[in-house]
């Protein structure tokens, strides 16, 4: 059974770069069948997909994130990682880790001075 979990700081101030860690167990991400996405839902608004990592490395990204994100692994620590670069307050959400049939418990990330 695939578990994640997601790390990182709770609040990051405006113009910053916010940098989370979703840590694997019961699967490898160099070798599943299928691709590690970074999701986000802003208070009272849907679920947001951000990107992808598959297993080979490629990623993938959201176009409305234009550029911002950076989705990178570490083999080694079976954790792959997430950096949004020049967050503003409209950043603000709970960050989730995920892979197909399978969610971390979510990290709230608030972005204010």
């Known amino acids: 059974q695939v578990q994640l979990q997601e790390s990182g700081p709770g609040l990051v101030k405006p113009s910053q770069t916010l940098s989370l860690t979703c840590t694997v167990s019961?699967?490898?991400?160099?070798?599943?069948?299928?691709?590690w996405h970074w999701i986000r839902q802003p208070p009272g608004k849907g679920l947001e997909w951000m990107g992808v990592?598959?297993?080979?490395?490629?990623?993938y990204y959201s176009p409305s994130l234009k550029s911002r994100a950076s989705i990178s692994r570490d083999a080694s620590k079976n954790q792959f990682s997430l950096q949004l670069n020049s967050v503003t307050p409209e950043d603000t959400a709970v960050y989730y880790c995920?892979?197909?049939?399978?969610w971390g418990q979510g990290t709230q990330v608030t972005v204010s001075s």
């Open positions: 990592i598959a297993y080979d490395g490629s990623t």
């Open positions: 019961g699967g490898s991400i160099i070798t599943s069948s299928y691709a």
């Open positions: 995920y892979y197909p049939g399978y």
